[in-house]
């Protein structure tokens, strides 16, 4: 479990940093593997993303909710792993 989120969270933030590249046009959003890549992540991270959407509001025209995602599987993770699991052993 631990290293699923871990990984999730990698895909959140490549997701979130990808999406600032394609913007900014650093890179070529037209590349097939950009495009593809772009496309993966965010139908990974979108599913998780979308609800937060409705209560977390854009700051200043920059979308939050990765982070607000990011915190809150941190603090799953580490009640998880710290609490849940020693109580089951």
Known sequence: IDTAITLYIWGLIAQA?????????????????????AEFLWRATEPALRPLRRFVPAIGGVDITPIV???VL???RDLIVYDVLPALQ
Do not use: E, M, P
């Open 74 to 76: 941190y603090f799953l």
């Open 17 to 37: 940093i990808l999406s600032w590249l394609i913007a900014f046009n650093v890179v070529n959003g037209y590349n097939q593997f950009v495009r593809g890549l």
């Open 69 to 71: 995602l990011i915190l």
